[in-house]
Nanobody
């Protein structure tokens, strides 16, 4: 069993920064992919950024140049550094961990950006 826990959300003013953390525990030796997704009220969940086991990274166009995904393998943690935050970044942010063909989600962390 794999547990996924997000942290680091909060309330920030537009232009500010937050760093989200995604910590995985359990049988994580074969993590293939870790992704950050977000879901705003009334909208579908969307991919924000993801990083593969070999370091391949993808970003949504809306966050390119502002968000950075990184990982610390020793801590089994993936980070999402979010800079120049905008009100439209307000959402619940979820971490997804893919191991072999199994997908695990965290409970999410709220990010609110005030104008």
């Amino acid at each position: 069993q794999v547990q996924v826990v997000e942290s680091g959300g909060g309330l920030v003013q537009a232009g500010g920064s937050l760093r989200l953390s995604c910590a995985a525990s359990g049988s994580i030796s074969s993590i293939n992919l870790v992704g950050w997704y977000r879901q705003a009220p009334g909208k579908q969940r969307e991919l924000v950024a993801r990083i593969s086991s070999v370091g391949s990274i993808n970003y949504a166009d809306s966050v390119k140049g502002r968000f950075t995904i990184s990982r610390d393998n020793a801590k089994s943690t993936v980070y999402l550094q979010m800079n120049s935050l905008k009100p439209e970044d307000t959402a619940v942010y979820y971490c997804q961990v893919v191991i072999m063909r199994a997908v695990y989600w965290g409970q999410g962390t709220q990010v609110t950006v005030s104008s």
